[in-house]
């Protein structure tokens, strides 16, 4: 099974909307990374955030973890038709292998 | 560009028979991972290489196997293909290995006919 699971499957926003995306886990993680993909494309590195932190920025993107709940959110503000694509959280096994394993995404749409 | 290149893009093949993908790592990078992603599936991981050594396996079928090589790129051979082992085949890199960000490829489309 999935150690990370996205929520909602899918999105469907305005352009200037914020958009939230969730994800949740099941074991302790020593971190957690958002990833982005373009239809049919590779994944591109968004954001890591560090199981002692508790809320990232990096420019429109903000994350944050609870570890008490073992979820993390990724927030987009101001979305742009650009940002349409899947999103996918990835998160190690503090007690076991460290290799990232992806949930299956979120699949925002942002309608211009 | 994340700098790490796939090839080929594209393969179309018949089952029964064998491919090779293959990746080349961002420069510097010493750690290899291959992914499978398909549609019921998601994103799988397959195996991963950390300087020529294998560090880490997923779910990784008997059919395939995969080597790390001295100037680091990587391969992916896919045998005895069946209709199942139609994907997209990502390789991604990371600078170490562990913890670390990871630079995917554009991946390669393979369709089994």
């Known amino acids: 099974s999935q150690q990370g699971e996205e929520d909602p499957q899918a999105l469907s926003i305005q352009e200037g909307e914020n958009a939230t995306m969730n994800c949740s886990y099941k074991t302790s993680i020593n971190n957690l990374q958002w990833y982005r993909q373009n239809s049919g494309r590779g994944l591109v590195h968004l954001i890591l955030?560090?199981?002692?932190?508790r809320e990232k920025h990096s420019g429109r993107l903000r994350v944050t973890l609870d570890t008490s709940k073992k979820s993390s959110s990724l927030l987009i503000t101001a979305s742009r038709a650009a940002d349409t694509a899947s999103y996918f959280c990835?998160?190690?096994?503090?007690?076991?292998?460290?290799?990232?394993?992806f949930g299956r995404g979120t699949s925002l749409i942002v309608h211009p | 560009d994340s700098g790490v290149t796939q090839t080929p893009k594209h393969l179309i093949t018949a089952t029964g028979q064998r491919v090779t993908l293959r990746c080349s790592p961002r420069s510097g990078d010493l750690s290899v991972y291959w992914y499978q992603q398909s549609l019921d599936q998601g994103l799988q991981f397959l195996i991963q290489?950390?300087?020529?050594?294998?560090?880490a396996k997923g779910n990784i079928l008997e059919r395939f196997s995969a080597q790390q090589f001295p100037d680091l790129h990587s391969e992916l051979n896919l045998s005895s293909l069946e209709l199942g082992d139609s994907a997209l085949y990502f390789c991604a890199s990371s600078v170490a290995g562990v913890n670390n960000e990871q630079f995917f490829g554009p991946g390669t489309r393979l369709t089994v006919l």
């Open positions: 290489y950390y300087n020529g050594e294998e560090r």
């Open positions: 990835a998160t190690d096994d503090a007690g076991g292998s460290y290799i990232p394993t």
């Open positions: 955030i560090r199981s002692n932190e």
